[in-house]
Every structure is written in C-alpha cells, then in structure tokens.
C-alpha cells in the first residue's frame, strides 16, 4: 500500500541532495513524497550539527509534530542526518516519539530499516559505512528534475579545524567513482537539469585513483563541460589548501563554469588561523584571489568567517575586517564561534556576548555594503539568467545570475531551464528584480 512521506531538511545543500537521495530509494518501497506535513505517514527530519542548539532545535520540531498529530494517527518518525549521527542513543532514549535514528553514512539502509520498523523493531543506524552507501545509490536513478541540481561527488573530511564537527558526523573523506558521477550527471541532465553544482564537504579535495591515474574536480568540470545540453558549472564548498594550480587553471578554458567562488577563510589573522588549525594562511589565500582575478577580473569571492573564536583580540578581529575591505566578498556567511562537543575547541574559554555581537554587527555592515552595492551595480544592466523555475506566488520567474544572486523577473514561463536576457530595474540586498529582455544579441553582465 502506497504511504506517504514529509521530508524536512536542514542546513547545507549536502543535506538537500541527501534528502532527494532518500527519496529515490524509498519511493522503491512504496513511499510517496508529499507536501503536506500536518498529513503524512512518514516524517524525516534531516538535521544539522554544525552550530548551537542542534539537539535542542530537534527536541522543538518533534514537540511541534507531535502537537499537529495529537489526535491523528502518529506518523513514523526518522531523525537523519548529522544531529542523528552525533547523539544517536542518547535522542532514542530521551525521546520515545523518534522511531528511528540513521546518520549520513547509512542512507543504503534506509528501505531496510524502514520496512524493519513497519515489522516494529525500533532502529538505530549510525555506522560509517560511505561506500557501501554510495554503492547503492549508484544503483538508483537520481530523479531530481531541477534546472540546478546537486550532485555530491565528495564527503567527509580528515582535515579536523579545531572549531567543527563534520569530521565526526560525516566521517573520513571519501571521493567517489569518477565513472559513477559522470553518470549521475547525466541522468540529471536527462532528466532537464541545465546546472549542475558538485558537492562536497571539501568539494575541492576531490581524489580518485583508477590504474594509477588520479582525478581530480578540474577533470570533472572539464568531462562535465562537454555535455552541451548542460549550461553552468559550480561547485562547493571548497577549501583553501586544495585550491590547486589545476582547477585555477579551468577558469582559463572552461566557458561553462561560473566565475564566483565560495572559499572560507574563517578569520583574516594568522595567528587565529592557526589556533583553528585551518592549515592554510591569509597570504595563501590572497594568492589564489590573486590568481584568480589574473585569469578573469570578473570572477567574484564569497566566504565564511567565524567570529570570536577563543584567543581572537580586537587587533586579530581588526585583521579581518581589514581583509573584508581588501577583498570584496560579493555575499557571505558570518557567525559567532559555537563550541561543539567533541571538538578540540569545545573546552576553550569564550568570548564574552556582547563583545562577540559587536564584531558580528561590525563585521556584517562592510559585507552587507559590498554585497548591496555590488547588487547596485547590475541596476540598469542586462544580466544573462538561467531561469528555474516560477516564484511561489506563480506572478514572476525565478533563476540565478553567473555570480548566483537570485534573480526575480516577469517573463514567459517557456523559459524556464533557458538562458535568458533579463534587464535589472531595482535590487536589495538579496536579490535583482527585473524583466525578460528579448532582444538576445544585447551583452550582458
Ligand atoms: N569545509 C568548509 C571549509 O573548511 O571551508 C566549510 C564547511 S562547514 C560545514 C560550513 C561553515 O560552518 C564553516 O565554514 C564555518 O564558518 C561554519 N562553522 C563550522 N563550525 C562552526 C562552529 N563551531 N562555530 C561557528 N561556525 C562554524
Ligand atoms: Fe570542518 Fe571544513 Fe575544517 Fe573539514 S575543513 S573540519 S569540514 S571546517
């Protein structure tokens, strides 16, 4: 009998194309997506670990479910993803109301656990178990049928920053089958797919060895480029060190993939830099911007920072400011430092709260005025778009610019999945609004 199934998901896009992922494989026994969570049969929470409260954040999503299923039938509920893989047990016990617990690395199992459950055993599936996981959803086709779709291609992380818990939620790194993706990607494109953007937790430490040949995220984008179906190339999150001479040197040739780049930095001071154990300098990086604006002066940086991690004085916060101001992020990610448990920084002495929310509020007005003007700029012009799909209000249509701003405009719905000419008329911080231009010959930004 077919049940039905609401998936919530949290966090980074990971989660997202995990989410997808679980989809396609319990549609094979059953399951059907729906978008209605106050009536489901099945309800999946993917959550995320990465900053404070997660478990708290979890215990009030279940009491809001178990609040609209008072006087219904309960829904089996699954909690997934990273706050699943770090507090396992400890959630089953202290919350009856979850029926089962599976991490990251064990999504293969999740028909099996599920029709386990249905037979009534209460299940707990946190083993590391990457390959097998990705074995099997090698198996099952990937049925997004987005215009921009996710394609995970790399997981986990060996490098241990002091401050984070994805080594221990997702696991040692673990690149998959070069083969195994390009066919993956090109069932996305089958299936309409005009974007494709890799992802990884260190999606620039791609590494896959077959009869002794290495490849790497350059030899994707440059497989990925030759299917002319597809349009634009991004990929992230990547991080400093494994920005390499190779995939620098894509930018040269490669006309598919975008000019923007979302590499963290963390903090602008080295002295931080290294308490973090981020294995990477402030020089280095500017090297690679350097590089980088050699081969294409358009292409633009996007970054995270991490503020008030424990040692940062006002000169150690002033140095990152000053980077901020050297190099003009186009949007970016600013949070104060959350200790996780389990990390080497968990037990470090904080930084006071009212200190930490003024470098955060100074921090974001000079990333805010960059991203705000650098909006500005696009008033008035033509930017090339790859549209979508429609707004919810179904009025306008919604796509992305090169340097992934949203993009909100009146047009044809026949566009959507094309690249069209759209002329900016105002902007916000976060979005451009404009109109289809038609006349395609214009140039555009
Ligand atoms: N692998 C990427 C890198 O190293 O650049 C980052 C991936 S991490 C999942 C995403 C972002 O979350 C980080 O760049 C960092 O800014 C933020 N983050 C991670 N742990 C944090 C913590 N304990 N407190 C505050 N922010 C944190
Ligand atoms: Fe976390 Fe990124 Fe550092 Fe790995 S490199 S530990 S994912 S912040």
New binding site residues.
Partial sequence: MEKKIFIKTFG?QMNEYDSNRIYDSVKKIGFKKTDDQTNTDCFVLNTCH???KAKEKVYHEIGRIKKIYRKKNKPIMVLAGCVAQAENQEMLKREPYIDIVIGPQSYHKINETLKQFISSVKKEETDFDTISKFEYFDKIENKSNKISAFLTIQEG?D?F?N????PFTRGPEYSRPFNKILYEAESLIKNGAKEIILLG??VNAYSYFENSKEYRISNLINELEKYSELKRIRYT????RDMTDDLIDCYKNNKKLMPFIH????SGSNKILKLMN?KHTVEEYINIYEKLKKINSEIEFS????IS?PGETNNDFNDTLNLVKKIKFINS????????PG?K?AELKLIDNETSKERLNEIQKYLFIHQIKKNRSFEGKFVEVLTENRTKDKLKLFGRNKFNNSVIFLGDENNIGKLVKVKIENTNQNSLFGKIQKNKSMKAA
């Fill in positions: 980074c990465i900053r404070d992380c490098k920053c401050f984070c818990v994805v937790q260190n999150t990547s991080h400093p590499l963290p930095i963390q981020r970054s995270d920072f991490i991690y990610y600013s949070f104060i430092f959350s200790p996780r990390t920084a």
